[in-house]
């Protein structure tokens, strides 16, 4: 079946650092790949998302491209600050032949931002 | 806010019972979706709804059922609980049917203590 990979965290990182998250899947067609953020004690927000190869998503900073090659959609901000400090979660969606589909999570990396 | 209500918060309970979770979407969205996230297990998909018919299914245990009622709130019954019930439990909305690139809106969850 259809899965996403995500590195492990957490990830530690000084304020203005770059950010990298790296997420890779599976799926046997071509999915809409998405990255979620969630802050302590909240739901899901979306982040952003890409719908078809080469896409690029962007939004508050940070950047994801649909790397249909490499099976990749890897997280990255230049600049990070203290109040990015969350659990990022990369998610695909991919309806199947039959018109049924099971969005798909990464079990989530956790981002510390440090002043 | 997401526009996304979720009842109750907390939810504390024993080895056997029975609970029901509570989810009202975002106005104008016609899709509900569950989600179960725990610790090992990350955050699985359980339950897809539509405008009141099911129509995806992901992990859902036998002892788990939902339903979308006329008014498009939806509830998530757990039955004979047990101690590895205990997680978070996510619902989230959409407007569409089983559309590849709709972004979901995650309400804040119910977090279920199972003793």
């Known amino acids: 079946g259809d899965s996403v990979t995500q590195m492990e965290g957490p990830v530690t990182l000084s304020e203005e650092a770059f950010l990298t998250i790296n997420c890779t899947y599976t799926?046997?067609?071509?999915?809409?790949l998405f990255w979620y953020v969630q802050y302590p004690g909240e739901g899901l927000q979306l982040l952003l998302k890409?719908?078809?190869?080469?896409d690029k998503g962007s939004n508050k900073g940070f950047e994801a491209t649909y790397r249909k090659e490499t099976t990749s959609f890897h997280l990255e901000k230049g600049s990070v600050q203290v109040s990015d400090s969350a659990v990022y979660f990369c998610?695909?969606?991919?309806?199947?032949?039959?018109?049924?589909?099971?969005?798909?999570f990464g079990r989530g990396t956790s981002l510390i931002v440090h002043p | 806010d997401s526009g996304v209500t979720q009842t109750p918060k907390h939810l504390i309970t024993a080895t056997g019972q029975r609970v029901t979770l509570r989810c009202s979407p975002r106005?104008?969205?016609?899709?509900v979706y569950w989600y179960q996230q725990s610790l090992d297990q990350g955050l699985q998909f359980l339950i897809h709804?539509?405008?009141?018919?099911?129509?995806a299914k992901g992990n859902i245990l036998e002892r788990f059922s939902a339903q979308q009622f006329p008014d498009l709130h939806s509830e998530l019954n757990l039955s004979s609980l047990e101690l590895g019930d205990s997680a978070l439990y996510f619902c989230?909305?959409?407007?569409?049917?089983?559309?590849?690139?709709?972004?979901?809106?995650f309400g804040p969850g119910t977090r279920l203590t199972v003793l």
């Open positions: 106005s104008g969205d016609l899709s």
């Open positions: 799926a046997t067609g071509y999915p809409s």
């Open positions: 709804y539509y405008n009141g018919e099911e129509r």
């Open positions: 998610a695909l969606i991919f309806v199947q032949s039959g018109g049924s589909y099971i969005p798909t």
């Open positions: 890409a719908t078809k190869a080469d």
């Open positions: 989230a909305s959409s407007p569409f049917d089983r559309g590849s690139t709709d972004t979901q809106y």
